[in-house]
């Protein structure tokens, strides 16, 4: 089921509509890391829904300074250029996770599949999927950002000690799947979220994403890089903008970006 990146770029253009997010995709067998390519691309002005995929980072990169470590040619690594209206950027992040949700589902059920607040993706419990949103200014076809989304798929095994809580489509379902398949539902998922965003779909994209959210209603601790703190509360749901909604002894509060964990954060899944 391990096709070369060419075909695998060839099969999902086939199933891509001209218009949409993915009609310029870009494959590579190894790049440092797609993110910084496609930073690179989008101040270079490469147009809105353009893809870069490859089937190998030697510098796949996680949220602060992390890494992202994946078997080359059986997962997907790839970034989509996106330039979204200025006031959707901070829920653009949110769309996508449900936009993954929603791609992937089919391959994976019965398995639960649940969102980790900000962007991962856990079957039983363990990360299948997590993404990397960057935020690019002074493009020459203007702001954007940079969505970095890493998926295992058919990866069997995960033995390296950075990466103790991963899991692949394969390991939960006992199934091989295509890549070409799983990245076009996508690559079709996330151009439907992305379409004509306004406050209503919001909405009802955030009821969607705390109905596979996880802990929602648990209490969890949040660490948060900036300051080294961490804050204890119980999880209420995002707010309409993504912020997670946390009730804390202080009342409720909101936070944009941290580490859900229930142990030490160097620990987090
Ligand atoms: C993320 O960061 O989960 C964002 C990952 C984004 C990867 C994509 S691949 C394409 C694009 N190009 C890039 O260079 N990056 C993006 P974070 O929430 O910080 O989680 C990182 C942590 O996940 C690591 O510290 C490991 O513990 C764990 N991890 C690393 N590789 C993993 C994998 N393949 N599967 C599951 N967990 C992994």
Redesign the pocket.
């Known amino acids: 089921m391990s096709t070369g990146i060419d075909e695998l770029v060839s099969a999902v253009q086939s199933r891509i509509e001209p218009r949409c997010i993915g009609r310029h995709i870009t494959g590579f067998n190894s790049v ?5 390519i496609a930073k690179q691309a989008l101040l270079d002005g490469e147009p809105t829904g353009s893809v870069l995929v ?1 089937d190998y ?1 030697s ?6 300074g ?5 078997e080359p040619g059986v ?1 997907l ?3 989509v250029i996106l330039r979204p209206p200025q006031e959707f950027v901070s829920v653009t992040g949110m769309l996508t996770s449900l936009a993954l949700r929603r791609a992937i589902e089919p391959f994976t059920s019965p398995v639960p599949l649940l969102i980790k607040w900000p ?2 993706l856990l079957l039983e419990g ?7 949103m960057e935020y690019v200014t002074g493009g020459m076809r203007g702001d954007g950002v940079v969505l ?3 998926l ?1 798929v058919n ?1 069997a095994s ?1 033995p ?1 000690v ?6 692949s489509l394969l390991l939960a379902t006992g199934r091989h799947m295509s890549r070409a398949d799983v990245l076009a539902r996508i690559l079709i998922q996330l151009d439907s979220v992305m379409t004509d965003i306004d406050h209503g779909a919001v909405a009802r994209a955030v009821a969607e994403y705390e109905r596979y959210m996880f802990r929602l209603g648990e209490t969890v601790s949040l660490f948060l890089a900036g300051s080294g703190k961490e804050v204890s509360g119980r999880i209420l749901g995002l707010r309409n903008d993504g912020a997670l909604r946390l009730e804390t002894d202080a009342g409720e509060e909101h936070f944009y970006a941290g ?1 859900i964990t229930t142990r030490r954060p160097s620990k ?2």
């Open positions: 440092s890391s797609t993110n910084i490859t980072q510098a796949g990169r996680g949220r602060l992390r890494k992202w470590l994946a997962n690594m790839f970034s962007n991962d363990r990360k299948c999927s997590g993404m990397l970095g989304i890493g295992n990866q995960f390296d950075d990466a103790p809580n991963a899991t580490d987090d899944i």
